[in-house]
T-cell receptor
Framework: GAGVSQSPRYKVAKRGQDVALRCDPISGHVSLFWYQQALGQGPEFLTYFQNEAQLDKSGLPSDRFFAERPEGSVSTLKIQRTQQEDSAVYLC????????????FGQGTRLTVV | GQQLNQSPQSMFIQEGEDVSMNCTSSSIFNTWLWYKQEPGEGPVLLIALYKAGELTSNGRLTAQFGITRKDSFLNISASIPSDVGIYFCALIISNFGNEKLTFGTGTRLTIIP
């Protein structure tokens, strides 16, 4: 499709397990954002890429969270040694240029840590 | 972080009723955005406001950017079943030249049959 695609849609991880969440942005979109949405809350910013450069990672909650976008297209958010408080929906968004153009969100990956 | 207060938290209304929700911020901003999120989906942009006092409509939706630049409201007229969802206000925050969205806590709209 033409929208932002995220996979998997659902992920159940045992506490301590590493997980990798994938985001395929809209083709040609320079900017890519990751957000974390806890149950009953609004999305919260995690990190921002412009092409392959990670320009802002101020929202990553700990050094267990790592994101990459090596070729300026697909991005992966990795969480090491998952903990129960990591349970949330992880949303990816892309835009043509930062926030000067509309950002389109994917459906998200719902991560449950048990 | 930026304080963004959204109210009400939830609304239960009958089909055909009008809806009003609002957001206030602790600081002045230049852009207010309103998003809708349906179950299992990401947020979708409804309306963007760029100027204090601006009133913008999108079908049955109307949003206004407060003249103090610290608040905004969203109205939905003659609600229909597909209006069900969570509505978020959002601000564009600049962090060392990089912009990002800060979202409110959301207003959950439920339509009673």
């Amino acid at each position: 499709g033409a929208g932002v695609s995220q996979s998997p849609r659902y992920k159940v991880a045992k506490r301590g397990q590493d997980v990798a969440l994938r985001c395929d942005p809209i083709s040609g979109h320079v900017s890519l954002f990751w957000y974390q949405q806890a149950l009953g809350q609004g999305p919260e910013f995690l990190t921002y890429f412009q092409n392959e450069a990670q320009l802002d990672k101020s929202g990553l909650p700990s050094d267990r969270f790592f994101a990459e976008r090596p070729e300026g297209s697909v991005s992966t958010l990795k969480i090491q040694r998952t903990q129960q408080e990591d349970s949330a929906v992880y949303l990816c968004a892309s835009s043509l240029q930062g926030m000067r153009r509309e950002a389109f969100f994917g459906q998200g990956t719902r991560l449950t840590v048990v | 972080g930026q304080q963004l207060n959204q109210s009400p938290q939830s609304m239960f209304i009958q089909e055909g009723e009008d809806v009003s929700m609002n957001c206030t911020s602790s600081s002045i901003f230049n852009t207010w955005l309103w998003y809708k999120q349906e179950p299992g989906e990401g947020p979708v942009l409804l309306i963007a406001l760029y100027k204090a006092g601006e009133l913008t409509s999108n079908g049955r939706l109307t949003a206004q950017f407060g003249i103090t630049r610290k608040d905004s409201f969203l109205n939905i007229s003659a609600s229909i079943p597909s209006d069900v969802g969570i509505y978020f206000c959002a601000l564009i925050i600049s962090n060392f030249g990089n912009e990002k969205l800060t979202f409110g806590t959301g207003t959950r709209l439920t339509i009673i049959p």
